[in-house]
Structure formats: structure tokens, C-alpha cells
């Protein structure tokens, strides 16, 4: 059994960089497959990116998901930020049984 708890996030102007963190715990083998989704106000949930398939049409170029199993981390790091990034983000394991608690990121323009 996995827990997944976040870390990160925040506020910046466009055009602005920031990384939220995912910390995984429960995992004896760091095998656990993790993706990155959000949501903004109104909207549906969106898939952002994971290690495979790749990254959402809207991220692509600009969003880098990865993890470092000798820290229990995956993270995803966001450039170049735009105002319609501003969501709060989630990981979650890949058949999205397990979720992080969310973490909010605000783009200002």
C-alpha cells in the first residue's frame, strides 16, 4: 500500500518556473508507477504527463515529469509558465486508486 504525499507549488509570474514534489511512502521496491494530473476551477480533470505515454498537448515542450527513487520522489517540473496553468496539481499511481493531496499553482500575469 502506497501513500502519496506533495510538496511545492506556489506562486509566479509568467513565463515563471515551479516544481511540485510527490513523496512516496509504503513502496518496499520504488516500482510504484506515478502520473500527473490537474484541475482548475470549472474545469474537468485533466491528465498532465507521467513517465510513459508522455506529456498532455498543453505541457508538452515546456512540463518535465521524472523521479528519483533514492530520495522516494517523483516531481514534475514546470517552465515557462502560462495563466492557464494555474491549477491544482496531483500525482497519483497510474490506475489512480492512490492520490496526493493536491497542490495549488498560480500563475499571474
Known amino acids: 500500500q502506497v501513500q502519496l504525499v506533495q510538496a511545492g507549488g506556489g506562486s509566479v509570474q509568467t513565463g515563471g518556473s515551479l516544481r511540485v514534489n510527490c513523496l512516496f511512502s509504503?513502496?518496499?521496491?520504488?516500482?510504484?508507477?506515478i502520473e500527473w494530473f490537474r484541475q482548475a476551477p470549472g474545469k474537468e480533470r485533466e491528465w498532465v504527463g507521467g513517465v510513459s505515454p508522455g506529456y498532455a498537448d498543453s505541457v508538452n515542450g515546456r512540463f518535465i515529469v521524472a523521479r528519483d527513487n533514492t530520495k522516494n520522489m517523483a516531481y514534475v517540473r514546470m517552465n515557462r509558465l502560462k495563466p492557464e496553468d494555474t491549477a491544482v496539481y496531483y500525482c497519483?499511481?497510474?490506475?489512480?486508486?492512490?492520490w496526493g493531496q493536491g497542490t495549488q499553482v498560480t500563475v499571474s500575469s
Open positions: 497519483a499511481t497510474c490506475d489512480r486508486t492512490v
Open positions: 509504503g513502496d518496499t521496491a520504488g516500482r510504484t508507477c
